[in-house]
């Protein structure tokens, strides 16, 4: 093997991996400013029920009253105070990253 094609590979090598750093930097950006979207509907619409957002917590799916969700949901459960009263309210969002999903969907209280 001579030095010019050991050369080429080392090249090829150092350009793979920045390419794959480069793509999981822009992974994270997308996730990033999905999960932002998420949070601000969730103050969107608890606020249009005439709640305040008191707390915001990504669960899994056996801790939540869904039966179904895929790797493109997020659950929340959204603690809210309305009223003077604590509430609970369910929101499992379409993250776009996945074609295992539901729907998006919300489980408000009465």
């Known amino acids: 093997m001579e030095a010019s094609s050991v050369n080429k590979s080392k090249w090829m090598i150092i350009l793979f991996m920045a390419g794959a750093v480069l793509l999981g930097i822009l992974a994270y950006m997308g996730m990033s400013t999905t999960s932002k979207e998420h949070v601000a509907k969730i103050h969107q619409v608890i606020q249009s029920k005439g709640g305040e957002v008191q707390q915001i917590e990504v669960v899994p799916k056996d801790k939540s009253p869904f039966e179904q969700s895929g790797k493109g949901n997020t659950i929340y459960k959204i603690t809210y105070l309305k009223n ?17 999903k539901e729907k998006e969907e919300w489980i408000l209280p009465e």
């Open 84 to 100: 003077g009263k604590t509430l609970t309210a369910w929101y499992r969002s379409d993250n776009y990253s996945s074609i295992m």
